[in-house]
Every structure is written in C-alpha cells, then in structure tokens.
C-alpha cells in the first residue's frame, strides 16, 4: 500500500473508531450496555487498524526511510490521537452514567 493510501487508512479507521465511541456512549445513556459495549469493541478494532498501519509507518521512519511531512499526515496523527482520548472519556463517561443510574435506582426504591 503506498504511503498516501495509509495515512487515508488510517484517517478513515480512526474516524470510525471514534464515531463508533460516541455511538456507545449515546446508547450507555439510554441504558443500552450490550450494543455499548459492543458498540466499543467495533471502536477499539477499527483503532486497531489504524494503530497497525501507524506502528508500520514509525518503523520505517526508524529504520531510516524518513517520510516527508505533509499535512494528510499531520491530520492522521490528529485524528489517531483524538480518537485514543475519545476513547478515553467515553469510558470515563459511562462510569459516571454507571453510577448515575445507579443511584437514580436506589433513589426510585426509596420513594
């Protein structure tokens, strides 16, 4: 795969990745947790992808076959990043919405 169609892959898997977070989160919120979680691990594969083709990149890189830095590129590593930390608040997120229902439940019973 030449090195313009990575970087579109990678664009392209962790733009999922984090579409797929957020999709979860929505359905954590309306107490859906199996097509949350499930939601997440279509997230975490397509990050997966991405992080694959990346670790191939930086391998090149130091092995001694620099890449020119354009800025498809730049906005590769952006989008790989923003989606590690989409992850990371989102599950963060459902631990709060977690222990949200949690205690709206123990309030509903005490009524």
């Known amino acids: 795969m030449a090195t313009e169609e990575q970087i579109f892959t990678i664009i392209s898997a962790t733009g999922t990745a984090k579409s797929m977070y ?21 997230g975490d594969q397509c990050l997966v992808d991405g992080h ?3 670790s191939g990149l930086v391998q090149e890189e130091a092995s001694g076959n620099a ?25 963060e997120f459902m631990a709060v919405y977690s222990e949200l229902n949690t205690l709206r439940q123990s309030a509903t019973q005490n009524k």
Do not use: C, G, P, R
């Open 22 to 42: 957020m999709k979860a989160l929505d359905e954590y919120k309306k107490n859906n947790v199996e097509q949350a979680e499930k939601l997440m691990k279509e």
């Open 52 to 54: 694959k083709i990346h």
């Open 67 to 91: 890449q020119d830095v354009s800025l498809i590129l730049v906005h590769a590593e952006d989008q790989f990043m923003s989606a590690e930390t989409i992850k990371t608040m989102v599950k």
